[in-house]
C-alpha cells in the first residue's frame, strides 16, 4: 500500500487510486495501524514484554482481548500451543488464581532447561502444566486429553508451529477438547500481511494460521470465526488492532 499522511491538512492520500480521507477517522487509523503492525513487528516491538518476570512474545492488545474471554468464559482448562519463555501461560494461569478457577496446560516441542525451571519454580507454577514434545504427535495429544476430566470446560490457544499445515493438524486435533461457548484461537494470522516486511516470506500470504482457521471453519459448522464482543467501548474503533485476525473459532 502506498500513502502519505499531512498533519498540517489532516489529510491520508492514499495512491493507486488516489483516494483522500481525513487523517482523524477510523479508516486512515486502520491504516495506520497496519503499517505500524508491519513496521513494529520488524523491529521485534513484540519481544519487548513480559508478564510477571516472564517474556510474552504477543502484541499487548492481544492479550488485553483475550484477558476478557477468559475471564467472561471463565474455563477450567486452558491449553495452550507454544510456551517458549512462560509468559503467556503465566498469564493465564494468573488469571485463573485471580478468578480462583481454572489450570493451565502448556505443550512445546522443546523447553529449554532455563525456561523450564523458571516456569516451575515460578508462584503461578502450581496452576501449570508443561508437556513437551510436537503439539500434533498423537502421544502428545493423548496426555493434553488425559489431564483433562471429563465435563470441564475448555480453552485453547494455538501459538507453535504457524504454518498453515501445522496449525491446520493442530485444530484437528485440540477442537474437539473445546466446549460449547468456547474458543480455539490460532493466532499469528499476522503473516498474512507480513509476506513483505524485510523479516517476512513471500509464502506467507497464503501459508498462515488464519488461512487454516478459515479452512477449518469452512469444514466445521460446528465452529464459527467470531469476534469476541468487546466489553467496554466508547471510542470509534471497532476491530482490534492485531496479530491474531481471523483466529477467533467459536465452538457453537
Ligand atoms: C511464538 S513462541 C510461543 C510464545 C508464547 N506463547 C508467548 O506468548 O510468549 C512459539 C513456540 O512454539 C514452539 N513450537 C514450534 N513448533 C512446535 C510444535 N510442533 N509443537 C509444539 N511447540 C512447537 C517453539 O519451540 C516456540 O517455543
Request: proline share 8%; hydrophobic share 40%.
Amino acid at each position: 500500500m502506498r500513502f502519505s499522511i499531512d498533519e498540517g491538512r489532516r489529510k491520508l492520500t492514499l495512491q493507486d487510486p488516489d483516494r483522500e480521507l481525513d487523517l482523524y477517522s477510523p479508516e486512515a487509523f486502520s491504516i495506520l495501524s497496519r503499517a505500524w503492525l508491519k513496521v513494529g513487528w520488524d523491529q521485534k516491538y513484540v519481544y519487548g514484554f513480559s508478564w510477571l518476570g516472564r517474556p510474552i512474545i504477543q502484541l499487548p492488545e492481544d492479550l488485553v482481548r483475550i484477558q476478557e474471554v477468559i475471564y467472561r468464559l471463565k474455563p477450567e482448562v486452558i491449553v495452550e500451543t507454544g510456551v517458549a519463555h512462560g509468559g503467556s501461560l503465566v498469564l493465564y494461569a494468573g488469571l485463573c488464581k485471580l478468578m480462583g478457577r481454572g489450570r493451565v496446560i502448556g505443550i512445546d516441542i522443546e523447553i529449554r532447561p532455563h525456561n523450564r525451571k523458571a516456569i516451575e519454580t515460578h508462584e503461578m507454577a502450581p496452576l501449570i502444566t508443561l508437556v513437551e514434545g510436537s503439539s500434533t504427535s498423537p502421544g502428545i495429544v493423548s496426555r493434553v486429553r488425559a489431564l483433562i476430566r471429563p465435563g470441564e470446560t475448555v480453552l485453547v490457544l494455538l501459538d507453535s508451529n504457524h504454518t498453515k499445515a501445522h496449525v491446520a493438524a493442530e485444530l484437528e486435533v485440540y477442537a474437539p477438547l473445546v466446549t460449547p461457548g468456547s474458543y480455539i484461537v490460532a493466532t499469528d494470522g499476522s503473516m498474512e500481511f507480513l509476506h513483505d516486511v524485510p523479516r517476512g516470506k513471500p509464502e506467507w500470504a497464503h501459508d498462515n494460521p488464519k488461512a487454516a482457521a478459515a479452512d477449518f471453519a469452512a469444514r466445521h459448522p460446528e465452529f464459527a470465526l467470531e469476534e469476541p464482543p468487546w466489553p467496554f467501548n466508547e471510542g470509534r474503533v471497532t476491530e482490534r488492532i492485531t496479530h491474531w485476525p481471523g483466529a477467533y473459532l467459536l465452538r457453537k
